[in-house]
């Protein structure tokens, strides 16, 4: 009897993509599928199930994340946030920050996981971070968003760079890429995090005072 794939993977097998039928469970992507890979998907499934399993009992929860497909980290995070100790959850909040595609997408999920009254908060952000935000002035930081179309606009992510909100408003060679410049207070910002050297802002939007959002030359 010719082995099926396995049950877990049915329901998240997408027929005709773009680049044919693509399995996208949380623990593994596979594109380009077709029944001949069923022995090899299966067998590399129950390899991770079993080393994500390992790692929720032993609580080793960055390596469970990992073991998830970038885009289910945020859904895999919040199935676990009430068990973590209060530090883990700062730091493990700052890593799948860091790690996420497109962060503008669930932005109000975002801002509820950033603003929790919990303690150690200083722990999502390193020691070098923490000191940048605290030498910052009170209030009238100067704060940039780049970004490719107005959908867009209105996001979590700003930077204390012009340069970089430029880099990000080019990303998408999109005519309608814009700069917006802003204002925001001190007590207002939710992290300073600069992992990936974008000196990154993170704010609610609506504590930002918008001064003006201008488009940009696209070349090639």
């Not at 994500?52 to 009992?57: F, G, P, S, V």
């Not at 919040?78 to 932005?107: G, R």
């Not at 209030?139 to 780049?146: E, H, P, Q, S």
């Not at 939007?205 to 090639?220: D, F, Y």
């Amino acid at each position: 009897m010719l082995e099926e794939l396995h049950e877990d993977l049915k329901l998240y097998l997408d027929r005709d993509t773009d680049l044919g039928d693509f399995i996208k469970h949380p623990l593994l992507f596979w594109a380009g599928y077709d029944d001949s890979f069923i022995e090899v998907v299966n067998s590399a499934y129950k390899a991770k199930l079993k080393e994500a399993e390992k790692a929720r009992k032993a609580k080793k929860w960055e390596n469970w994340l990992m073991l998830h497909e970038r885009p289910y980290r945020l859904d895999a995070f919040m199935s676990i946030a009430s068990e973590l100790d209060k530090k883990d959850y700062w730091q493990l909040l700052s890593y799948i920050w860091i790690d996420a595609e497109f962060p503008t997408v669930n932005k109000d999920i975002w801002i509820q996981l950033f603003t929790r009254k919990l303690p150690n908060k200083r722990k999502l952000m390193n020691g070098k971070e923490r000191r940048v935000l605290a030498r910052l002035p009170d209030k009238d930081i100067n704060v940039f968003r780049g970004y490719g179309d107005e959908e867009h606009a209105d996001g979590i992510s700003w930077t204390l760079s012009y340069e970089k909100a430029e880099e990000f408003a080019k990303r998408w060679g999109s005519e309608d890429a814009k700069i917006a410049e802003g204002m925001c207070k001190k007590e207002d910002i939710l992290a300073f995090l600069n992992g990936r050297n974008e000196e990154e802002i993170i704010i609610d939007p609506e504590k930002v005072r918008v001064l003006r959002s201008q488009g940009i030359l696209i070349t090639n």
